[in-house]
């Protein structure tokens, strides 16, 4: 095999000139974006808010040395194979799977309800996928799914070579996938994390903030967690260290699917507890703030561009 060096990248370097000296033309889409909407080409789709995923398991390298290939190719087959099983049921927009992990991607509709499902499903999932592992090689090292939620604006684009669609695969550019597994690599699999966004569209959800009450009354499940590996106010995040309730779980997901989010049971002083953990002090109320601030901006963005696309 041979190739000609110097002329590939001269080609490259005068193709980057003329994408940098000609800007793409970029379309505001949302919930009436599909994957096959996607082209070869100059073309770029903008959603407003997309809600990323990330699942990775832990010490995946070490989990195959000593092993068989057929039982490395078990430990994938039911580890991965059943995160991919638990994003169809949650009907995710979109899946890429690497290896020992991937992420899965939501927008429109119920897109937060349908992650946060997703997200704590898989960390419930792990759990007995552990269990088993473990049962069988008891000298595993320790593992799991670890997993992380981010949201954010997205653009999107079909790359690779014309005619050729083993080739092409879509790119997910900005924070969302980048954010989810900055996070996902901070954690550990008794920890699910979540960015900041996330929790401000979350939290207003009684049924996922606080505890069913099985073990006494009510609780807020979660706990602040800065995400030192994410740059801006989306490091404010939050921190579940518990899995669905055997018991309630399935009424629970079921209602968070369905939108339900006020419950009956929860006190006034819990509720006060929760806005404390979102505003209670001057540096949150600040991120907060900015937070909304970016969002509105991100709105009337979407709406300009969405106006420019169907001139």
């Known amino acids: 095999m041979t190739i000609a060096l110097t002329q590939l990248l001269d080609d490259l370097s005068a193709r980057t000139k003329k994408k940098f000296d000609s800007m793409p033309k970029v379309i505001g889409k949302d919930g009436n974006f599909e994957i096959a909407d996607l082209k070869i080409g100059d073309e770029w789709h903008r959603l407003s808010d997309v809600v990323a995923v990330m699942v990775d398991l832990k010490s995946s390298t070490n989990l195959a040395k000593s092993k068989r290939p057929a039982s490395v190719a078990s430990i994938y087959d039911a580890g991965v194979g059943g995160i991919v099983k638990i994003f169809k049921s949650l009907n995710t927009d979109f899946v890429d799977i690497q290896g020992d992990g991937g992420f899965a991607l939501f927008w429109g509709e119920k897109r937060y309800e349908r992650a946060i499902a997703a997200a704590v499903t898989v960390r419930s999932f792990s ?122 779980g399935q009424e629970f997901c079921n209602a968070i699917l369905d939108g339900k989010t006020h419950r009956d049971d929860v006190d006034d002083a819990l509720r006060s507890e929760r806005t404390l953990l979102s505003y209670g002090t001057v540096t949150k109320n600040d991120a907060h703030k900015r937070r909304e601030d970016l969002r509105s901006r991100g709105s009337l963005e979407y709406k300009m561009l969405l106006s420019e696309a169907l001139k």
């Open 127 to 248: 759990e007995d996928f552990v269990k088993q592992l473990y049962a069988k090689w008891s000298d595993e090292p320790k593992t799991g799914f670890k997993v992380a939620v981010a949201s954010g604006p997205v653009l999107v684009k079909l790359v690779g070579l014309p005619r050729q669609v083993e080739m092409q695969e879509p790119v997910w550019a900005g924070r969302p996938v980048n954010y989810a597994a900055k996070a996902a690599q901070q954690t550990e699999p008794e920890a699910l994390l979540i960015t900041a966004s996330v929790w401000d569209a979350i939290e207003g959800n009684d049924y996922i903030a606080f505890s069913c009450g099985c073990n006494g009354s009510p609780k807020l499940l979660w706990a602040d967690y800065e995400l030192d590996k994410i740059p801006d106010d989306e490091k404010f995040g939050k921190s579940l260290g518990t899995k669905w309730c055997v018991t309630h």
